[in-house]
Nanobody, 123 residues
Framework: QVQLVESGGGLVQAGGSLRLSCAASGRTFGNYAMGWFRQAPGKERGSVAVISWAGGTIVYADSVKGRFTISRDNAKNTVYLQMTNLKPEDTAVYYC????????????????WGQGTQVTVSS
């Protein structure tokens, strides 16, 4: 069992930056691929970034490449999403996710979800 708690969301102006954190409980955090997903009003939840259990493989959505960086610290059971040059279209609820298997994570087959944190980017 893994419990995920996100933090770091908020209101920021376009062009600004935010860093999201996701703290995981459980001793097997290092076994899971981790990801950040987002859902805007009226839209389906979609993948933002996924990182393998050791951090060696990362996949980003095209819309965030070059602006967002996912990372993880397995010693702290934490995954991060550094977001820069934020745009109004980045406004969404951001969810942390954990899955056994990197490929499953990229396909959105998620074993555990966090509760979500709101990110709002004003123009």
């Amino acid at each position: 069992q893994v419990q995920l708690v996100e933090s770091g969301g908020g209101l920021v102006q376009a062009g600004g930056s935010l860093r999201l954190s996701c703290a995981a409980s459980g001793r097997t955090f290092g076994n899971y691929a981790m990801g950040w997903f987002r859902q805007a009003p009226g839209k389906e939840r979609g993948s933002v970034a996924v990182i393998s259990w050791a951090g060696g493989t990362i996949v980003y959505a095209d819309s965030v490449k070059g602006r967002f960086t996912i990372s993880r610290d397995n010693a702290k059971n934490t995954v991060y999403l550094q977001m820069t040059n934020l745009k109004p279209e980045d406004t969404a609820v951001y969810y942390c996710a954990a899955t056994m298997g990197f490929r499953r994570a990229t396909l959105g087959e998620i074993d555990y979800w966090g509760q979500g944190t709101q990110v709002t980017v004003s123009s």
